[in-house]
């Protein structure tokens, strides 16, 4: 595909869909949020693009595509290798996000938002992150677009995974193990025990915190919210166009989900021909069995964070105070699933699997020996779900088209391959009255 052709503009399926998604709400009087509510925190653009509900197509700025151009179109893949370990007449292929310069899809997002953080003059951007992708793309874009990034990262991953760690230091990010001395959130907390580990949940607070506080200073989340899936679906515009290239059109849509946003961005712009077409596409989200807030979660308004600062979100959740196990995905240890994928999961448009680590390992490196590239922890859930469809393809002597999106590579996880290659790891899954017990705390609004 050339430059010229990448897409010019977003997908905003919001506009199409038939049940629009509830309204976000005020936590203080469960009063329906305007954009404006939301610009204290997130910069004014994204907060409108957050709530559109009516336009469909939405411009890629010149200055976001212009970088665009720096990594994509990524390549689309006929996955020949897995194809033949299998020995499927399944059509196989993936869309290879991990040659993004920061190796997963989410720079997609952060290239966006530093971007219109920058046009509104805004000069500081904070956010948090865990295993540490979301934190590395948004120092690379916020290095490209001459803004300073404080980034706020789980202290025991501070000291866990110090190569994410030196990436966003090497990107030009300040980054500090949180709980932290510098936030009243972070005080706290560590006043009350020093030897804390910190949470998502904290480093969120501390987040926002600094972007309340601080002149010219806004956050930014990788995930879950709105316009981080409207930003994505450039994967599946592409993917559309070179699977139109390749003379086919995919039959299930297959990607892995933490909070939405690469599953989103590939599935959006086909699942617009199920809804306006009446096409039959099949779409599957592929989860961790320890966090399985699609296939066991309940709908309900819940807070997108575990302390309760986010507006209260219309989702599939498990709860906010849900406490996932410490599996090697550290992308997919998300309580909820956010708003638009609810209503469309709710609606039909797509089906959740849950997957144990192991056998999301196992796929993840029979991929490796395949097709020569290995797939983030993450990715490792949908080349799972793959194989799964695959397999029946085999048995039901179907020529089915699958199409499935590599969300990143793995070659700063050794450490967990390394655990899996040693049989280290074991399969989790929540009892039901553990999932009932943080349910609890969701309260159903009247
Ligand atoms: C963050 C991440 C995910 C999970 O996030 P989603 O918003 O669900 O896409 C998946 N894969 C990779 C490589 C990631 O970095």
Known sequence: MTEKEIPTQWYNIQADMVNKPMPLLNPANHQPLHAEDLFPIFNEECARQELDQTHAWIDIPDEVRDMYKYYRSTPLVRAYGLEKALDTPAHIYFKNESVSPVGSHKLNSALAQAYYCKKEGVTNVTTETGAGQWGTALAYACSVFGLELAVYMVKISYEQKPYRRSLMQTFG????????????????????????????????????????????CKYALGSVMNHVALHQTIIGLEAEKQMEMAGEYPDKVIACFGGGSNFSGIAFPFMRHNILEGKKTEFIAAEPASCPKLTRGKFEY????????????????????????????????????????????????????????????????????????????????????????????????????????????????MASYDRYLAGDLVDYAPSDSDIARFLKDVEPLQ
């Open 302 to 413: 819940d807070f997108g964070d575990e302390s309760g600062y986010t507006p209260l979100l219309p989702m599939f959740t498990l709860g906010h105070n849900f406490m996932p196990a410490n599996i090697h995905a550290g992308g997919l240890r998300y309580h909820g699933a956010g708003v638009i994928i609810s209503q469309l999961l709710k609606d039909g448009y797509l089906t959740g699997v849950d997957i144990q680590q192991t056998e999301s390992f196992k796929s993840g490196v029979l991929f490796a020996q395949a097709e020569g590239i290995v797939p983030a922890p993450e990715s490792c859930h949908a080349i799972a779900a793959t194989i799964r469809e695959a397999i029946k393809c085999k048995e039901a002597g179907e020529k089915k088209v699958l199409l499935f999106n590599l969300s990143g590579h793995g070659l700063i996880d």
């Open 173 to 216: 990010a300040q980054v500090t193990p949180s709980p932290s001395m510098s936030t009243r959130a972070g005080k706290d907390i560590l006043t009350a025990d020093p030897t804390c580990n910190g949470s998502l949940g904290t480093a969120i607070s501390e987040a926002i915190e600094l972007a309340r506080t601080t002149p010219n």
